[in-house]
Every structure is written in structure tokens, then in C-alpha cells.
């Protein structure tokens, strides 16, 4: 089981190759941690940096580099992760990959091939060519060494809200982000999925005991939408008995709107997810509740936003 000491580990292993982003008080009780502003424009920089890090301390690291699939945050940072560390890169994205996305990944110089139509069609190209190169799998969220990665920012979060906070809400796909938040902060704050009703898979897994597999789509698919979560997080969610809330497209929507009308950020609807479960009702915090939402994304065309 992945745990603090593994987020310390990985944190000294990052250094200052990410950056600390900032948190914003938006209200008496509520704070966003600006992920979004991170490398790559996602949270995800932080566990692709930490997983071939560590491939190459372990002596895992071909010299043909590395192969990942994703719907376009996790391959954006491989990519700039391997740039940064002079490793190939090749990522694989679904055909309905935003093409903000798919441009800034040929602009931090991974090779990019675009197949099928969802993240689970593109994973199984990258695992053929992986198998073809002996290019090294990173994967967008069920590894150990993305979870800690990520986490990392939860160990921001705790020295950056010292007078302590109750509950953290995130946005949650395959799960790599919300394991990493549970690794670092279960002990001291209760964390909270929060699911599209069109792509629920860690929300379906805890209902069903397991992975499950579950249908995807709607307008965050192409961040939030994993097939079936991964083991570990569904473990690790498990185990520190987090609850799933869902959203529908029209809250998703509403709340990205509110993040750019009312404190002017701009982010994808992957990332409103988390804000949505409050501006929706979804998740209702108690009065005294201090609560963090993960604003965890911002590669998005912020045109509809004018």
C-alpha cells in the first residue's frame, strides 16, 4: 500500500523539478489549490516526473525511452518530463483528443499517434509498441510511483493551510491523483471523489467491491474518463473508506463558468468536476467545514469562456 512515506520519497526525489503551486482562500471555509498552474498544466507532471525518475534509479529505463496513453494531460506530461530529461517520448491519445492537446504535445516534441476513440483503445496501441520497442509503459494512473508523484501536493497542502483543513474534494478518473491525496493526507483530513454520472468508474468499484468496467463519455471524457479505475487507487479509496459524489454535464458546465466569472480561473471540465460537487449541492460541507477543492487541470480552449 502506497503511504506518506512514499509521497516524502517521491517529494525529495521531484526537488524543484515541479513547481509549488499556490492555494486561493475563495471564501471563509473554502480554498482551491491551484494545480492547474503546475508544468504541463496538470497535476499529472508531478507522478510522470516521479515514475521515470525512478525507473532510472532502479536501472528500468531503455534508452528507447518512454511510451504512455492518455486522453491528453498524462501524455502532456510525459512528455515535458521526458523533454526535461532528454528521454524519447511517444504518446498515444484517443481520435477525440482536444486539439489544444494534441498540439502542445508535438510542441514539447513527443511523437504522437491518435487512435480510437477513448483512453482504453489508445492504452492498448502503447502497450503493442511498447511490447515492439521495449520503451518503457508509463502509465496515466494505476502506478505506484504516479500515485506518490501526485501526492506531493498534498504535502504542499499541509504545510501550506497550517491551521488545518477537514476535507479535500477531487475530480477523479483513472485515480491517480486521488491515491496520491490519500497517501498524504488520510491522517489528517477526509477526502472526497467526485465523478461525472457519464464516467463513475472509481464510484461504480467501491459500489461493486472491484474495478468494474463502465461506460464513458460526456464533456470531460477526455480527462476524467478512464474506463475502470485503477487497482491502487481503488485501494487505497477503499481502505481509507472514501465516498464518490456525482455531477451531470450541465453542473460541470456551470461550474467552470463560476471559476472564470467569480474568481477568473481558467480550467477544463475535468477540473470543475471538483467545484461542481459544491455549486450543485452535490456535496454539502457543514458550517464550520473547511474545505479544499483540487483544481487540478487548465489545458483547455478558454474561447467559450469570452
Known amino acids: ?19 509549488r503551486t499556490p492555494v486561493l482562500r475563495a471564501d471563509r471555509q473554502l480554498w482551491f489549490k491551484l494545480e492547474h498552474t503546475q508544468h504541463a498544466g496538470s497535476f499529472k507532471t508531478r507522478g510522470m516526473f516521479n515514475q521515470i525518475l525512478a525507473a532510472a534509479s532502479r536501472g528500468d ?10 486522453g491528453g494531460n498524462a501524455g502532456l506530461a510525459a512528455a515535458y518530463a521526458a523533454r526535461e530529461l532528454s528521454v524519447p517520448a511517444e504518446v498515444y491519445v484517443p ?15 513527443a511523437r504522437v499517434t491518435q487512435i480510437g476513440n477513448e483512453y482504453a483503445e489508445a492504452a492498448a496501441a502503447a502497450a503493442i509498441r511498447s511490447a515492439e520497442t521495449g ?12 500515485i506518490a508523484g501526485n501526492g506531493t501536493l498534498g504535502l504542499e497542502l499541509i504545510e501550506q493551510l497550517e491551521a488545518g483543513f477537514d476535507t479535500v474534494l477531487v475530480a477523479v478518473g483513472g485515480g491517480g491523483l486521488i491515491g496520491g491525496v490519500i497517501a498524504a493526507v488520510r491522517d489528517r483530513a477526509r477526502v472526497i471523489a467526485v465523478e461525472p454520472t457519464t464516467s463513475a468508474a472509481l464510484h461504480d ?9 463502465v461506460p464513458v463519455s460526456g464533456v470531460a471524457a477526455d480527462s476524467l474518463g478512464a474506463r475502470r479505475a485503477g487497482r ?6 477503499r481502505d481509507a473508506g472514501v465516498s464518490s459524489v456525482l455531477v451531470d454535464d450541465k453542473a460541470i458546465i456551470d461550474a467552470r463558468r463560476r471559476l472564470w466569472d467569480d474568481y477568473r480561473l481558467v480550467v477544463e471540465h475535468g477540473t470543475a468536476a471538483a467545484h461542481a460537487a459544491i455549486t450543485s449541492g452535490a456535496y454539502l460541507p457543514a458550517a464550520d467545514e473547511r474545505v479544499v477543492v483540487l483544481l487540478c487541470g487548465a489545458n483547455t480552449n478558454p474561447g467559450d469562456l469570452a
Open 232 to 237: 491502487l487507487a481503488f485501494e487505497l479509496a
Open 61 to 70: 529505463l531503455p534508452a528507447t525511452g518512454i511510451v504512455t496513453a492518455s
Open 205 to 213: 468499484a467501491l459500489r461493486a467491491g472491484r474495478p468494474v468496467d
Open 1 to 19: 500500500m502506497i503511504d506518506k512515506d512514499d509521497v516524502r520519497a517521491a517529494a525529495i526525489r521531484l526537488g524543484e523539478r515541479v513547481r
Open 95 to 109: 481520435q477525440t483528443a482536444p486539439a489544444v492537446k494534441v498540439a502542445k504535445l508535438r510542441k514539447y516534441g
Open 135 to 146: 520503451a518503457l509503459i508509463c502509465h496515466a494512473y494505476d502506478n505506484a510511483d504516479m
